[in-house]
C-alpha cells in the first residue's frame, strides 16, 4: 500500500513569496490533515479536510494560508504571502475514517520550508 | 480545549537501559492517545496507541504505554534501549475532533 505523497520535500523562499505544497493521501483515505511542524515544537493542526469538506481550520492563518481539496483526493496547501515566521516542515496525513480513534493517521514525510 | 504535556525535551540513556518519556494530557473527555516516532528528516511513525480496553498498550519496536486515568498520564517505556532508539517522540490526543501533539521528547541514546 503506498503512503501519503508529498511534495516538494524541500522549498526556499523569500518573504513575501508565494508557496504551494500538494498532497495525495493513501487511496481511499476520507480525511487529510495539514499540520505545521516549527523546530523545536509538536505538530500543530492548521486544517482537516472530509472528503472536499473542511472540518476544522480554526487555526489556518486565512490572511495568508490557503487549502483545497477539491475531488475530495488530492491536497494543496498554499502560502501568499510567505513571512519568515512560516519557517517549518509541513505534515500531511490522512486516515479512513473520521478520527485517528478509529483507525490510525498515516503521515508523509513532509515538506521542508525555509523563508529567507 | 485539551493540550498534551510531554516533561523533558531531551532524554538520554546507554544502550541497554531502560527509556521512560513521560506524557500528560489535559481534557475534560478522556481522550484517545497516542506516541508517534519520527527520525530525522522523516515523518511521523505510529508506534502505539490507547483509544478503549485494556490501559496497558503494546506498540512496534519493543515499546509500550499505560493509560492512567487518576494521573492523566500516558508514560512511554521500552525494558532496554537501543541506538537505533534515538529519534523524537510525539504524544498526542485525539479529542474534540482534533489530534494534538506535545512538544516532543528527544531520546538520546548512548553506547
Same mark, same amino acid.
Given at each position: 500500500?503506498?503512503?501519503?505523497?508529498?511534495?516538494?520535500?524541500?522549498?526556499?523562499?523569500?518573504?513575501?513569496?508565494?508557496?504551494?505544497?500538494?498532497?495525495?493521501?493513501?487511496?481511499?483515505?476520507?480525511?487529510?490533515?495539514?499540520?505545521?511542524?516549527?523546530?523545536?515544537?509538536?505538530?500543530?493542526?492548521?486544517?482537516?479536510?472530509?472528503?472536499?469538506?473542511?472540518?476544522?481550520?480554526?487555526?489556518?492563518?486565512?490572511?495568508?494560508?490557503?487549502?483545497?481539496?477539491?475531488?475530495?483526493?488530492?491536497?494543496?496547501?498554499?502560502?501568499?504571502?510567505?513571512?519568515?515566521?512560516?519557517?517549518?516542515?509541513?505534515?500531511?496525513?490522512?486516515?479512513?475514517?473520521?478520527?485517528?480513534?478509529?483507525?490510525?493517521?498515516?503521515?508523509?514525510?513532509?515538506?521542508?520550508?525555509?523563508?529567507? | 480545549?485539551?493540550?498534551?504535556?510531554?516533561?523533558?525535551?531531551?532524554?538520554?540513556?546507554?544502550?541497554?537501559?531502560?527509556?521512560?518519556?513521560?506524557? =500528560? #494530557?489535559?481534557?475534560?473527555?478522556? +481522550? #484517545?492517545?497516542?506516541?508517534?516516532?519520527? #527520525? +530525522? =528528516?522523516?515523518?511521523?511513525?505510529?508506534?502505539?496507541?490507547?483509544?478503549?480496553?485494556?490501559?496497558?498498550?503494546?506498540?512496534? =519496536?519493543?515499546?509500550?504505554?499505560?493509560?492512567?486515568?487518576?494521573? /492523566?498520564?500516558?508514560?512511554?517505556?521500552? +525494558?532496554?534501549?537501543?541506538?537505533?532508539?534515538?529519534?523524537?517522540?510525539?504524544?498526542?490526543?485525539?479529542? #474534540?475532533?482534533?489530534? /494534538?501533539?506535545?512538544?516532543? /521528547?528527544?531520546?538520546?541514546?548512548? +553506547?
Amino acid at each position: 500500500e503506498a503512503g501519503v505523497a508529498q511534495s516538494p520535500r524541500y522549498k526556499i523562499i523569500e518573504k513575501r513569496q508565494s508557496v504551494a505544497f500538494w498532497c495525495n493521501p493513501i487511496s481511499g483515505h476520507a480525511t487529510l490533515y495539514w499540520y505545521q511542524q516549527i523546530l523545536g515544537q509538536g505538530p500543530k493542526l492548521l486544517i482537516q479536510f472530509q472528503n472536499n469538506g473542511v472540518v476544522d481550520d480554526s487555526q489556518l492563518p486565512k490572511d495568508r494560508f490557503s487549502a483545497e481539496r477539491l475531488k475530495g483526493v488530492d491536497s494543496t496547501l498554499k502560502i501568499q504571502p510567505a513571512k519568515l515566521e512560516d519557517s517549518a516542515v509541513y505534515l500531511c496525513a490522512s486516515s479512513s475514517l473520521s478520527g485517528p480513534g478509529e483507525t490510525e493517521a498515516f503521515f508523509g514525510q513532509g515538506t521542508r520550508l525555509t523563508v529567507v | 480545549a485539551q493540550s498534551v504535556t510531554q516533561l523533558g525535551s531531551h532524554v538520554s540513556v546507554s544502550e541497554g537501559a531502560l527509556v521512560l518519556l513521560r506524557c =500528560n #494530557y489535559s481534557s475534560s473527555v478522556p +481522550p #484517545y492517545l497516542f506516541w508517534y516516532v519520527q #527520525y +530525522p =528528516n522523516q515523518g511521523l511513525q505510529l508506534l502505539l496507541k490507547y483509544t478503549t480496553g485494556a490501559t496497558l498498550v503494546k506498540g512496534i =519496536n519493543g515499546f509500550e504505554a499505560e493509560f492512567k486515568k487518576s494521573e /492523566t498520564s500516558f508514560h512511554l517505556t521500552k +525494558p532496554s534501549a537501543h541506538m537505533s532508539d534515538a529519534a523524537e517522540y510525539f504524544c498526542a490526543a485525539w479529542g #474534540y475532533s482534533t489530534l /494534538t501533539f506535545g512538544k516532543g /521528547t528527544m531520546l538520546l541514546v548512548s +553506547p
